[in-house]
């Protein structure tokens, strides 16, 4: 089951930073967060993650509180082509390596 | 570098047919993992190899999904005989390394869309 808990839907006007949230108040100390969107039928495309340091890369920035309960994924500038379904993740198995719960994201529209 | 690879990208089969997806991981990726969605439902995770073994086969619906990963390198999922709700998107992913959390980032495939009639 889903780690995680996100806004059904968001708009953003073009150009403007989109702000996704996210939060995890259940997740441990080994636990990553991963950022993954969905365009379309593609296949799920990897944006970011990172465990208790804010990151960014090309494509985004990654906010994470101090206490790790919840997160904040930034796109700076959005275009029409960021539109697709946005899925917060978290996950880190020691043992097992990766599994993935995506639940239901956050569909956001990039508005021109 | 090529991507993750998925052959066929649809597939059309009866109900009680056989039906074998292939997924090709990014080269030097020794974990591959397979999800699929269904009827419009969340992305759910099937297993996991690591290079050619089954590290974790939690997800797999039934006995009637058998996937394989002879050699390390690509990978089949074969459903056998195939049931109505067996229908949806099957995706493959693949990822550098399983356990340093710093490489864990998966890639994914385009999928495979399969219909069963």
């Known amino acids: 089951d889903a780690k995680t808990t996100q806004p059904t839907s968001m708009d953003c006007a073009e150009g403007r930073a989109a702000n996704l949230p996210c939060n995890h108040s259940?997740?441990?100390?080994?636990?990553?967060v991963y950022w993954y969107r969905q365009i379309h039928s593609q296949g799920p495309q990897y944006i970011i993650h990172?465990?208790?340091n804010n990151e960014t890369n090309e494509m985004a920035s990654l906010i994470i509180t101090e206490d790790r309960k919840s997160s904040t994924l930034i796109l700076p500038h959005a275009t029409l082509r960021d539109t697709a379904v946005y899925y917060c993740?978290?996950?880190?198995?020691?043992?097992?390596?990766?599994?993935?719960?995506f639940g239901t994201g956050t569909s956001l529209t990039v508005i021109p | 570098e090529a991507g993750v690879t998925q052959f066929p990208s649809h597939s059309v089969i009866e109900k009680g047919q056989t039906v074998t997806l292939r997924c090709d991981p990014i080269?030097?990726?020794?974990?591959l993992y397979w999800y699929r969605r269904v009827m419009g439902k969340e992305i759910k995770f099937l297993l996991h190899?690591?290079?050619?073994?089954?590290?974790?086969e939690s997800g797999m619906p039934n006995n009637r999904f058998l996937a394989e990963r002879t050699g390390g390198t690509y990978s089949t999922l074969k459903v056998q005989p195939a049931e109505l709700e067996d229908s949806g998107v099957y995706f493959c992913?693949?990822?550098?390394?399983?356990?340093?959390?710093?490489?864990?980032?998966?890639?994914f495939g385009q999928g495979t869309r399969l219909t069963v009639v």
């Open positions: 990172g465990l208790k």
């Open positions: 190899f690591v290079k050619e073994s089954k590290q974790d």
């Open positions: 992913a693949s990822s550098r390394d399983g356990w340093d959390p710093e490489n864990t980032e998966a890639f």
């Open positions: 080269s030097g990726h020794d974990n």
């Open positions: 259940t997740i441990s100390g080994n636990e990553y």
């Open positions: 993740i978290v996950s880190y198995h020691p043992n097992t390596g990766n599994q993935f719960y």
